[in-house]
């Protein structure tokens, strides 16, 4: 299956800072690339969908301030959390979709964030 | 009314059980299926694929889809305690770009 690189696995952080998070295709292009949340036992939850050169698309009460979501290439998403606070803390997942229609959605390895 | 539905369980048999997760949607325009299997504190993996109506099989999983009842399963035979996993169904259209998930089904396979 096609491969989507992750990283960092995991960041700690002081509250106030920005965390960057990448999501690379590495054997496929991905004109649109997904962005979930993660809590402990629950499911994925879309934040935003990014297409590559165009401001992505946020779902309903995600702050696109503290979201920061920049699609420069084909292979290439970042997530950038911004003055990061406690409640931000959570699992992130990303997810690039490939196949001649787009039909299968490939994920990463998840981002655990940590805010203190 | 969810787009999916699943069961969260949690699920639990002895080792060497089959095992049956499902899947019901509501949106009949849903033509692509997916099962995923995610272990904890990593990115779901994609273990089937399906278009449409119709069984899939790969190795000790197999895939099946009803659309006439908007049901989908997968099913694991011999279960191994390495199938110990939260699986998620997905689903989409052949329009628009959004995917759809289930809550995911938590199974724990026992030695």
């Known amino acids: 299956g096609a491969v989507v690189s992750q990283h960092p696995s995991w960041v700690i952080c002081k509250s106030g800072t920005s965390v960057k998070i990448e999501c690379r295709s590495l054997?496929?292009?991905?004109?649109?690339m997904f962005w979930y949340r993660q809590f402990p036992k629950q499911s994925l939850m879309l934040m935003a969908t990014?297409?590559?050169?165009?401001?992505?698309?946020?779902e309903q009460g995600v702050e696109k301030d503290k979201f920061l979501i920049n699609h420069a290439s084909l292979t290439l998403s970042t997530l950038t959390v911004t003055s990061a606070h406690p409640e931000d803390s959570s699992f992130y997942i990303c997810?690039?979709?490939?196949?001649?229609?787009?039909?299968?959605?490939?994920f990463g390895s998840g981002t655990q964030l940590s805010v203190l | 009314q969810k787009e999916v539905e699943q069961d969260p369980g949690p699920l639990s048999v002895p080792e060497g059980a089959i095992v049956s997760l499902n899947c019901t949607y509501s949106?009949?325009?849903?033509?692509?299926f997916m099962w995923y299997r995610q272990y904890s504190r990593k990115g779901p993996e994609l273990l089937m694929y399906?278009?449409?109506?119709g069984n899939k099989e790969d190795g000790r999983f197999t895939a099946q889809v009803d659309k006439s009842s908007k049901y989908i399963s997968l099913f694991i035979r011999d279960s191994q305690p390495s199938d110990s996993a939260t699986y998620l169904c997905?689903?989409?259209?052949?329009?628009?770009?959004?995917?759809?998930f289930g809550t995911g089904t938590s199974l724990t396979v026992i030695p």
């Open positions: 990014s297409n590559e050169g165009s401001k992505a698309t946020y």
């Open positions: 399906t278009y449409s109506s």
């Open positions: 949106n009949s325009a849903f033509q692509y």
């Open positions: 997905a689903m989409r259209s052949n329009t628009g770009n959004q995917f759809y």
């Open positions: 997810s690039a979709e490939t196949g001649l229609t787009n039909e299968k959605l490939f």
């Open positions: 054997d496929f292009q991905a004109t649109t």
